[in-house]
């Protein structure tokens, strides 16, 4: 048994000084920025009713932001300047449509065309800023994602800083998804579907919960540990793999895309058989560290044979993981062989293997945008001719009038008012009722 034990330890170190963070790194995606024709709010809303003070200024500022953001690069101003610039106009187009709530956008000459990440040749245009707004948090992910992936995670703070980017992204998408939900944008562009935005999502929080594989795997962490979190990152590739193998889905994206997925959900399946298999052999269940390894084994295989045109960095991760689990399986079969003999379940009637989620959709604060501030309503004003007219005099003006008539005709002060009451202050018909 020490000597069982003494070989997992260092079969352990092993995999985690040779499996190499730094050789993780080619294995992250990040996706493009979506490009979009200018807009001309200040023009198309001239002269419409808004309770903004001064709407020119207003729309002439928001087309200045749309456009700084428009002309925002990676290459030329980095990605955290381009996520900045498409936070700001997401508040301005925010505001915006708050401003213009009455206004029915195809009534005007405005509207709003964005382009397909993966293909320039798709296109799609809405005059709706509910879509602008969408498209807009769209590159505030692609900006985040970018920025996990040119994190060096070989550095400990590296490493922090790629996954939490990768969980922002996440969140962002996530923001994205419940404006597009109900939106009844017919013909839109493939990467605006709900099916391609879940299917990123998916894909954002496996990258985010591989950086804390990668973290387990480097602190030499319990094996119990390290599968459960291998197990939950199979579970999201797993995710992520099936949405985008949709017919739509898998003839749009990048087959970049496809490929890195589809290794990584092999590999990852196999990593947490693997870690799982060392946790039986402390527990003394050496068939099933046998079976668990032979699956490892035949995954990560898997993973070496699909990407073997790649580059060969991106393909040194699997084939160290492949070598490090044929070993393990080769020498747990030996010794099972020869000493414990004992049976060698199938896989599928092992249990489940327990997963452990480290991530979540985080939100970034700024893309919670409040109702800008408005001047208040005025009254309507008056209608005119009435403001001039002299206020009727008070009743009691006219009692006393019609009183002093009546007793100089002879009737008492008691008797005129009684009078005045029931002809409702008329003089003539007071007299008249004290006559008949």
């Not at 170190?13 to 790194?25: A, D, M, T, V």
């Not at 020119?56 to 381009?82: I, P, T």
């Not at 206004?103 to 709706?128: E, Q």
């Not at 898998?250 to 895309?257: D, I, K, N, T, V």
Request: proline letters at 6%; one cysteine or more; charged letters at 25%.
């Amino acid at each position: 048994r020490e000597r069982s034990s003494a070989s997992e330890q260092i079969g352990r170190r092993r995999w985690h000084r040779e499996s190499g963070i730094r050789r993780l790194q080619r294995s992250m995606l990040a996706f493009n920025l979506k490009a979009t024709d200018r807009s001309f709010a200040a023009v198309a809303l001239q002269g419409q009713t808004t309770r903004l003070p001064h709407p020119e200024a207003f729309l002439v500022e928001l087309d200045a932001w749309r456009e700084r953001m428009r002309g925002c690069s990676y290459g030329k101003h980095g990605a955290a300047q381009c996520k900045d610039d498409s936070l700001k106009y997401f508040q301005m187009v925010t505001h915006a449509a708050h401003h213009y709530r009455g206004l029915h956008l195809p009534t005007t000459n405005l509207s709003f065309r964005w382009y397909d990440t993966f293909r320039m040749s798709v296109s799609a245009a809405f005059a709706d800023w509910e879509y602008d707004r969408a498209c807009t948090l769209f590159n505030v992910a692609a900006s985040l994602s970018y920025m996990a992936t040119s994190q060096d995670r070989g550095d400990p703070e590296g490493m922090k800083a790629a996954c939490n980017y990768f969980q922002q992204s996440a969140g962002t998408i996530s923001a994205m998804r419940e404006i597009v939900k109900d939106a009844a944008w017919v013909d839109r562009t493939p990467d605006t579907t709900s099916e391609f935005l879940e299917a990123l999502e998916a894909l954002l929080l496996a990258q985010a919960q591989k950086c804390f594989f990668e973290k387990a795997s480097a602190a030499a962490m319990k094996p119990v540990l390290i599968g459960k979190i291998a197990a939950e990152c199979a579970a999201l590739y797993e995710d992520a793999h099936a949405r985008l193998a949709t017919p739509m889905l898998r003839h749009h994206c990048a087959q970049e895309w496809l490929d890195v997925v589809e290794w990584n959900r092999k590999a990852f399946d196999g990593y947490q058989h693997y870690f799982a298999a060392l946790v039986h052999a402390e527990n003394h269940e050496y068939g099933a560290q046998v079976s668990r390894l032979t699956y490892a084994t035949n995954r990560c295989a898997e993973a070496v044979t699909l990407c073997q045109k790649a580059d060969k960095m991106l393909q040194e991760q699997f084939k160290r993981a492949h070598a490090l689990a044929k070993e393990a399986y080769l020498k747990a079969k030996k010794d099972n062989d020869l000493v414990y003999n004992e049976k060698v379940p199938p896989v599928e009637v092992l249990p489940k293997l327990e997963r452990k989620a480290m991530v979540k959709p985080i939100r970034l604060p700024e893309t919670y945008v409040p109702p800008p501030e408005e001047p208040p309503m005025q009254p309507p004003p008056p209608p005119q001719g009435l403001d001039s007219l002299p206020p009727p005099p008070p009743f009691e003006a006219v009692e006393r009038t019609g009183v002093s008539e009546l007793v100089a005709m002879g009737f008492t002060a008691e008797a005129a008012g009684k009078a005045l009451e029931n002809a409702k202050g008329d003089v003539e018909k007071a007299a008249e009722l004290l006559l008949g």
